[in-house]
C-alpha cells in the first residue's frame, strides 16, 4: 500500500494561529502511512476571473492539490461562516477544468474558534463540500477553543485530549480514503 498524501489548509493568515497550530500537530503525528504537506495561502489573491494568467501562489496550491489523496482543512469561524481565506483558495482551486482537483477528493475538517470552536464554519464548510463534490469525513468531529489553555502563546496545541482526538481523525480518514479509493476502482 502506498502512503497517504495529505494536503493541510489552514484558513487562518497567521503564523501563530491555533488552526495552524493544529495542522502542525497533525503532521507531526501523522500514522503510519501517511504523510501531511501544510499548504501557505498568505499570498493568494482574492479570486477574480478577469486575471488571465494564475497568479503563482495559487498555482502552487493547485499543484500541491493535485499531488495529494485527501485534504485535512483547519476552519477558523468568522462571523458564523467560513473564514474568507479558506473559502477563496477552494473558489480558485474549483476553477480548474471540470473540478478534477477536488471532485472525489476525501476531506477532513478541524478548527479552532472562539465559544463553540468553530462548529457553524465547520457545518457551512461542509456545505461548500457537497457543492465542490468532496467527501467530507463525518467522524470524529474536532472543535478546539483557540482562546483557552489548549494552545500556548505559539499558536501550537498542547491539550491532550485534543490531540488525541486530531490522532483518531487521522486514522479516520486514513481508512476512509482507502474507502473511497477502493470503491472508485
Not at 493535485?66 to 477558523?76: I, Q, T, W
Not at 478541524?110 to 467527501?135: E, F, K, N, P
Amino acid at each position: 500500500m502506498k502512503s497517504l498524501r495529505v494536503f493541510g489548509i489552514s484558513g487562518s493568515l497567521r503564523q501563530k494561529s491555533a488552526n495552524a497550530g493544529l495542522l502542525r500537530f497533525a503532521k507531526d503525528h501523522a500514522p503510519s502511512g501517511m504523510t501531511i504537506e501544510l499548504a501557505d495561502i498568505r499570498d493568494i489573491p482574492f479570486y477574480n476571473a478577469d486575471l488571465q494568467e494564475i497568479p503563482s501562489p495559487v498555482q502552487t496550491l493547485k499543484d500541491g492539490i493535485e499531488k495529494a489523496d485527501a485534504l485535512l482543512l483547519a476552519c477558523p469561524e468568522y462571523n458564523y461562516s467560513i473564514a474568507p481565506a479558506l473559502k477563496n483558495a477552494l473558489d480558485w482551486v474549483s476553477r480548474a477544468p471540470e473540478n478534477y482537483l477536488l471532485a472525489g477528493k476525501p476531506v477532513a475538517i478541524m478548527g479552532a474558534g472562539g465559544g463553540m470552536g468553530t462548529a457553524r464554519a465547520q457545518y457551512h464548510l461542509r456545505q461548500v463540500c457537497v457543492y465542490l463534490d468532496l467527501y467530507p469525513l463525518n467522524k470524529p468531529e474536532v472543535f478546539s477553543n483557540a482562546f483557552s489553555a489548549s494552545f500556548d502563546g505559539e499558536g501550537n496545541l498542547v491539550d491532550a485530549t485534543i490531540q488525541e482526538l486530531i490522532v483518531e481523525q487521522l486514522i479516520a480518514l486514513q481508512k476512509w480514503a482507502m474507502t473511497i479509493r477502493y470503491k472508485n476502482q
